[in-house]
Each structure stands twice: as C-alpha cells, then as structure tokens.
C-alpha cells in the first residue's frame, strides 16, 4: 500500500509475503455466506453438511479460500495494478485449518504498453494439503514513468 | 450430463448496484485488513476514487442474483454432483461504490473430460462480461463447473 512497487524491482524466483489466515471458525463462514450470496448449506449446517457426504460436516466456500489468496495478493501489488488472477480448486477446507498462501513471481514482459509480472499462488492448509493453485497478472509502473 | 447444444446461450442480465457497505462486508468476511476496501478516505490517500472491489467481489452480483442455479437446471447438470472446479477474473477498469454493473452469463464450453482415475466428468465454462453504466467492459469471470457422472 504505502511502499510503492516498480517493475525494474521484481525478479523472476522472488517470493511474495506469504499470508497465514486462520484457524478458520465456522463464524466465517457464516459472515461470507451473508457478504457473498452463497447459502449453500454445504458451508453452513453441519447435519445438511453430513447428510450429503462430509463426515466431519461443513466445508468452506472455496470462494472465501480465494479470497485469502486475494488478500494476499493485493496486500502485495496495488490492487489497481491486478489484471488477470484465476484459481484451480484443488482440495476442501474445514473449519480449524489455518491456510497459508504463498506465491513466485514466474515472469516479467512488456506487453501491449504495460509492464506485466506474472505469478504462481498457492494456499495450503497447516499439514501442507494444497486447497487452491492459481495465477495472477499485474502491471507495474516504471520508475521513470 | 451437461446439455452441449447449449454452448453460446446467453441467460438474463445480472444488474448490481455497488455498495461501499458490501464491499466493506465482504472484505471483513474474508478478514481482509487492507483500508482501501474499508475506508474511503484510505482509498483516496492510496489513489483510488473511492473504496475498490476486492478481487473477488463479482461473486456477489453473481451469487445474489442466483443466476448459476438458473444456468445449472437449464443445462441439467446434476445439482449434487457439480464442483467448483476453477475461477478467473480479467479486470480491465476499477469497480466503485455508485456504479451499477450488469453481467450477462454465457455458456462458453461443455466439454467431457476422463479422469486419470477413469471417471468421466462434463467441464461446463461459464463466462460474464461485465459492463458498467456507461456501458464499458469492467471485468470479466469465467466459471468452470464440474459435473461428476
């Protein structure tokens, strides 16, 4: 936020600040169902939760594990500067997992006027179980602009 | 299965109206400390005009508006077997407080894919091209659903 960020500074291999989030407590998910719109009971009710197949109940919305790795991620670029950032969903969360998320940068280009850095991102829980992978664009200004 | 003569189908417009206090809501749902999503004149001293979208806002309009379900029985995709197997966001302009966006899904893929484990799935891709009130491209999400068969 206050420390500005400039492309000639990021290197191919440099790691992101990595973020911890948790442990996750089912209030949570309570909160993100209202602020999203999501109320699947799948993240909300243990009984629906086990009745459909999880034996240990609710699972977290992937959506909200996302928005951990957003968290991240604009924590580090200006959020203006984000241009592209997709996800895979790799495995459920439960509520007491404490997720980390961690990311490389994998490239930097100059494209169509802006300058672009290109990053992997991960958020694994505390036993190292991967929940998302994913990747984000951004564009970064120049030092002499 | 997933209905494929459905590629290109477009569904009903989702309309949303921006609120500074639902982008503060969502970010406190995710714990989300940054200011510029919680204080408007954080935004503005960090170059905003006013409190941005965290990245996965549209969400929102798309869950609150309950298009997916609509997409999910008209495609006759098995409700209790679909995944959320991938989400992407393209962002071309900032989102703030007092712009109505409106996204109208489309269905951009149905294709059916064999597991390494040998089960057959259908990916679905849905894709939402955003616009704001002055009918500029703001973002875009695209959805992959997974149907389990």
């Not at chain 1, 998320?101 to 505390?126: M, W």
């Not at chain 2, 919680?38 to 969400?59: H, N, Q």
């Not at chain 2, 869950?63 to 209790?80: A, E, G, Q, R, T």
């Not at chain 2, 002055?134 to 997974?146: G, I, Q, S």
Request: proline content about 5%; glycine content about 10%.
């Amino acid at each position: 936020m206050g420390n500005e960020l400039y492309f000639e500074d990021i290197k191919v291999g440099d790691a992101l600040p990595e973020l911890s989030k948790g442990p996750i407590m089912k209030l949570q998910h309570v909160l993100y169902a209202g602020a999203s719109g999501d109320f699947n009971p799948l993240h909300t009710d243990d009984d629906f939760a086990k009745a459909v197949g999880m034996k240990d109940g609710v699972i977290s919305h992937g959506m909200l594990i996302m928005g951990f790795v957003g968290q991240a991620i604009t924590a580090w670029v200006p959020r203006k500067c984000l241009r592209k950032f997709g996800v895979r969903f790799a495995g459920m969360t439960k509520p007491g997992n404490t997720i980390m998320v961690s990311g490389t940068v994998t490239d930097k280009r100059q494209e169509n006027g802006e300058n672009l850095v290109f990053c992997e991102v991960v958020a694994r829980d505390e036993g190292g179980d991967v929940k998302i992978t994913g990747n984000f664009s951004a564009a970064l200004p120049l030092k002499r602009g | 299965m997933a209905d494929s003569t459905k590629v290109g189908k477009t569904f009903d417009p989702i309309v949303w109206e921006v609120e500074r206090g639902k982008i503060r809501e969502m970010a406190k749902a995710i714990g989300d400390p940054n200011p510029i999503y919680l204080d408007r004149d954080a935004a503005i001293r960090a170059g905003y005009r006013d409190t941005p979208v965290p990245p996965t806002f549209l969400t929102v309009p798309m869950m609150w508006s309950s298009s997916m379900p609509v997409l999910i029985n008209d495609l006759k995709i098995n409700f209790m077997m679909v995944l959320h197997g991938e989400e992407e966001y393209e962002y071309y302009r900032d989102i703030y407080p007092g712009d109505t966006i409106t996204g109208v899904p489309k269905v951009a893929s149905v294709e059916e894919k064999t597991s390494k484990a040998g089960k057959k799935m259908d990916m679905v891709t849905v894709e939402i091209l955003y616009k704001n009130q002055h009918n500029e491209d703001v973002a875009k999400a695209r959805t992959l659903l997974v149907e389990r068969k």
